[in-house]
């Protein structure tokens, strides 16, 4: 079967760096996204890895292992406005997302 | 980037009414648009994919004549909840797919949280 994992929750501390792991198992792969989700809201686009490598965009950077099945999101300089679910999704080979449970971020002051 | 709306945010109704929900791309034309649900700290689940001019497909497990799909023009797509009941609260969630960028970006509605008493 199709398979994302990823942390149920994690806790960091304003200011700091936080990295969250996901890790998948599918039939076929054509990109993986990652998303924001702040409670009681729809998800929020953060990036988007297609080949292995880092992938930079201000704040968050993604980056990709296609041959490890495995991605992470890196958010630096954490802000209390970070706190939210964060959402790993994976397109497999009918183009279909397979959602990953999300890692409930939570920032300390 | 391409903006979704949806609406209504909110809805209450009683057991047994029928309740629709709209999801419009605002500034992109959608052939394809999906519809969510998400239980409280869940993750999303699709329901459907809704095409325009076509029948919707659903998911396994999720029952066609109870939330019926109606994706009758490029830029709009209705899911109705036919006689809810408290078992239907759920906070329904739209995303369409501008495929005219390049990455496949899934662009979300505002999600409308439904309470049936």
């Known amino acids: 079967g199709q398979n994302i994992d990823q942390p149920t929750e994690m806790t960091a501390t304003e200011g700091a760096i936080v990295q969250i792991n996901c890790t998948y198992q599918?039939?076929?792969?054509?990109?993986l996204f990652w998303y924001q989700q702040h409670a009681g809201e729809a998800p929020t686009f953060l990036s988007y890895?297609?080949l292995d490598g880092l992938e930079e965009k201000g704040r968050f950077s993604s980056f990709l292992s296609r041959s490890k099945g495995y991605s992470y999101l890196l958010l630096k300089e954490l802000q209390m406005k970070d706190s939210a679910s964060y959402l790993c999704?994976?397109?497999?080979?009918?183009?279909?997302?397979?959602w990953g449970a999300g890692t409930k971020l939570i920032i300390k002051p | 980037g391409a903006v979704v709306s949806q609406h209504p945010s909110r809805v209450i109704c009683k057991s047994g009414t029928s309740v629709k929900i709209e999801c419009r791309s605002l500034?992109?034309?959608?052939?394809?648009m999906f519809w969510y649900r998400q239980f409280p700290k869940q993750s999303l689940m699709l329901m459907a994919t809704?095409?325009?001019?076509?029948?919707?497909?659903?998911e396994q497990g999720v029952e066609k004549d109870k939330f019926l799909i109606n994706h009758a023009s490029l830029t709009l797509s209705t899911l109705t909840v036919t006689s809810a009941h408290p078992e239907d609260s759920s906070f329904y969630i739209c995303?369409?797919?501008?495929?005219?960028?390049?990455?496949?970006?899934?662009?979300f509605g505002e999600g409308s949280r439904l309470t049936v008493l």
């Open positions: 500034d992109f034309q959608a052939t394809t």
């Open positions: 809704s095409n325009e001019g076509s029948k919707a497909t659903y």
């Open positions: 995303s369409a797919r501008d495929l005219a960028g390049d990455t496949g970006e899934l662009f």
């Open positions: 599918t039939s076929g792969f054509n990109g």
């Open positions: 890895n297609v």
């Open positions: 999704a994976v397109r497999d080979s009918n183009y279909q997302l397979i």
